[in-house]
Nanobody, 121 residues
Framework: QVQLVESGGGLVQAGGSLRLSCAAS????????MAWYRQAPGKQRTWVAA???????NYADSVKGRFTISRDNAKNAVYLQMNNLKPEDTAVYYC???????????????WGQGTQVTVSS
């Protein structure tokens, strides 16, 4: 069972920034396509950003130009840099191993516990 651990969430004012991290101890993330998803209260989980094994990035329209996904293969980690945060970005953020696809990837079913991001207006 793959275990992914998200961290870096918190409370920030609108316009602020946060950097989320996703780590795994039992799988080599550089060999997998990875993505971030989020789930707001009362809503379905939605895709945010994805990065392929080769480093190609793809973003949901709602975060394009504000969020940046990256990976550090030496640290076996994937990151999500979130700038110019808005109250509507408030959600629990999850990372996942995915099947690469367009317009969005398909999660492979391994989820961490998530990290809460709260953006105040």
């Amino acid at each position: 069972q793959v275990q992914l651990v998200e961290s870096g969430g918190g409370l920030v004012q609108a316009g602020g920034s946060l950097r989320l991290s996703c780590a795994a101890s039992e799988i080599t993330l550089r060999n997998n396509h990875m993505a971030w998803y989020r789930q707001a209260p009362g809503k379905q989980r939605t895709w945010v950003a994805a990065v392929s094994v080769s480093g190609t990035a793809n973003y949901a329209d709602s975060v394009k130009g504000r969020f940046t996904i990256s990976r550090d293969n030496a640290k076996n980690a994937v990151y999500l840099q979130m700038n110019n945060l808005k109250p509507e970005d408030t959600a629990v953020y999850y990372c996942s191993i995915v099947y690469w696809g367009w317009p969005s990837p398909v999660p492979r079913g391994s989820w961490g516990q998530g990290t809460q991001v709260t953006v105040s207006s």
